[in-house]
């Protein structure tokens, strides 16, 4: 049985590094087709953001202008600064340029292929902020880290540095996705009742920083080997909103069946069902 639902949910696709601008287009129009004949209605869909590499960002923006589809485009992460001597790096500023709104902020590759940092993440945290940008904080244990009990510790560390001295109003505007490292692209998932568990955690320490009502409207995304035959499960879940999809998000039919699960729960919540 679900329970009453309140947040909005949110079902976010990080493409990685996979597809053109052609087949990001593509991807877009099929899905928008899709959306067209879905069967729940509008008022239940979850949120759906979709975070294409850096070259396909504004084509991918142009195509959900043209669809008219209620899909949101996202980056995959940014630099902290204005501006400046970063080769390779793109701004906040760059981000709004092309009218983008979403960003994902120290996912797990990038903790650990690129030296991204708790404070790295806290910085990029507050500059998407200071920018509009809806920032979707990535926090989870390494494999390591929970076979030695750690977890919990982690979580703490990560979320109350990344979260540290963001005010309440931009609290509830942030989204943070817990991605246990040892699940992402293993074809592990880790329990549904223990990834709610480590939501509920992440939510009280929000709770800390903030306040109980703030924490109650923040949106925690679940990620890590997310696919349609596991969703639904998770999204019976008190503290899961949605899902921080990889694999699954790069295929539209599978990242449509995401979708429609999460107007379903949504659907039976709003009308008191069981389901």
Excluded at 76 to 94: L, N
Aim: hydrophobic share 40%; net charge negative.
């Amino acid at each position: 049985m679900t329970q009453a639902h309140h947040r909005k949910r949110l079902i976010a696709g990080n493409w990685k590094m996979f597809k053109t601008p052609s087949e990001t287009e593509a991807f877009i129009r099929a899905l928008s087709e899709k959306l067209h004949g879905m069967a729940q209605p509008l008022s239940t869909w979850p949120e759906i953001l979709v975070c294409p590499p850096f070259i396909s960002l504004k084509l991918a923006w142009d195509t959900v202008d043209d669809t008219g589809k209620p899909i949101l485009i996202g980056a995959q992460t940014m630099d902290s600064h204005e501006d400046g001597a970063f080769t390779g790096e793109i701004s906040p500023k760059m981000l709004r340029s092309v009218c983008i709104r979403n960003v994902l902020v120290g996912h797990s590759e990038r903790r650990q292929y690129f030296n991204e940092t708790d404070e790295t993440v806290s910085a990029k945290t507050r500059a998407a902020l200071a920018n509009d940008i809806r920032p979707i904080v990535c926090v989870g244990e390494t494999l390591a880290e929970r076979e030695a009990g750690q977890t919990d510790t982690v979580l703490t560390r990560q979320v109350n540095t990344a979260l540290n001295g963001v005010s309440a109003e931009e609290m509830a505007f942030l989204v943070v996705a817990y991605e246990p490292v040892w699940a992402i692209g293993t074809g592990k998932v880790c329990d549904a009742a223990e990834a709610n568990r480590v939501c509920h955690l992440i939510r009280t320490l929000i709770a800390g920083l903030t306040n109980s009502p703030t924490a109650d409207q923040v949106r925690i995304l679940y990620g890590g080997s997310v696919k349609p035959e596991n969703f639904p499960e998770l999204l019976t879940q008190s503290d899961i909103d949605g899902g921080l999809v990889g694999g699954a998000s790069l295929d539209v039919d599978s990242f449509y069946q995401l979708i429609s699960q999460a107007a379903y729960f949504s659907e039976g919540a709003i009308h008191g069902c069981r389901i």
